[in-house]
């Protein structure tokens, strides 16, 4: 049982160690080009994508910690650690590099993952399944957001 939860904190500690990265570059590139974009209608606050990728993140960990448990697939671990390097790496080129088409195609990429990953789970846990479906959707809508973003500027 110990061994269950320490994985989860592991798991846990990897997907927040890559947002960290992120959030990083974010914090220390973002200004003054961010403010200098223009930006669609429905861009959310700020202060709005901490929190939703907090939770994101911990659901996404749950899930892939339940799938974990449930089978011991290191093919679905690795897909999913890959799915997190893609997921790491947007806020280093959109923010980073100022690359907003490159951060799209990245979008894309995360969300084939995503789909993958979902179908996945569907098969083995519906928590899991579940669990992925709010991430799926705001990756969806970041798609929409950054498409938008490309458009405008």
Do not use: R
């Not at 927040?16 to 223009?38: D, H, Q, R």
């Not at 084939?112 to 928590?127: G, M």
């Amino acid at each position: 049982m110990y061994n269950k939860y320490l994985s989860l904190g592991l798991i846990l500690l990897i997907t927040f160690s890559a947002s960290a990265i992120g959030g990083f570059v974010t914090a220390n590139l973002k200004e003054p080009w961010y403010s200098e974009l223009i930006l669609p209608s429905f861009n959310p606050p700020s202060q709005v994508f901490g929190p939703v990728w907090s939770l994101l993140y911990i659901f996404m960990s749950i899930a892939i910690w339940n799938v974990w448990t449930i089978t011991n697939s290191k093919k679905i671990l690795a897909i999913y650690m890959v799915h997190l390097f893609f997921n790491g790496i947007w806020s280093i080129i959109f923010f980073g590099f100022h690359n907003i088409f490159l951060a799209l195609i990245d979008l894309l990429i995360i969300l084939v993952f995503i789909i993958l990953l979902t179908k996945i789970y569907y098969k083995i846990s519906k928590i899991s399944f579940l669990l992925m479906l709010p991430y799926l959707l705001w990756s969806a809508f970041a798609l929409i957001l950054n498409a938008n973003i490309f458009y405008l500027n």
